[in-house]
């Protein structure tokens, strides 16, 4: 449960930088670049030390989302984030082998960074109109309880 929940996180990085900027960031990797921003201008405003956006994304979202791992086979040298869920007091601290990334922490974080989105999306209607063409355009994964009879 703690990786899916790593996994959820970062694709709520992903998911909320859309509604952030939608089209607004040009690149070749659109998603990857909003996310970056995401975490250069909100996550990194209300984590107890500065994310490496590149790292984090290349490595959590890119990696752990898409290939299930933190391994980049084309950068052995680049920095490595471990995932841990078990001790909060170590959330960004290195270690011999990477910094360490606390669930509990992280998630923490991450809704400190949407309540800073949250603020700004209740009071400017230039990001509430990039919210709207974003959600327009993609929607929202919602649950809905369906019934049926089976027969």
Known sequence: MPIASFILAVCFIDQVSGFVYHDKVKG????????KKFVEEYLNKVAAKP?????????????LVHNYSLYNKDNPAHVKYLLEWKYPILHLHPSKDGILINLEKFINELEAAFNIYKTQLQSD???QKLAIDHYDQYKILVYNEIETEIV
């Open 28 to 35: 070749k990797k659109k998603s990857t670049e909003r996310c």
């Open 125 to 127: 209607a230039g990001i």
């Open 51 to 63: 994310y490496n956006k590149n790292d984090l994304i290349d490595l959590l979202r890119n990696k």
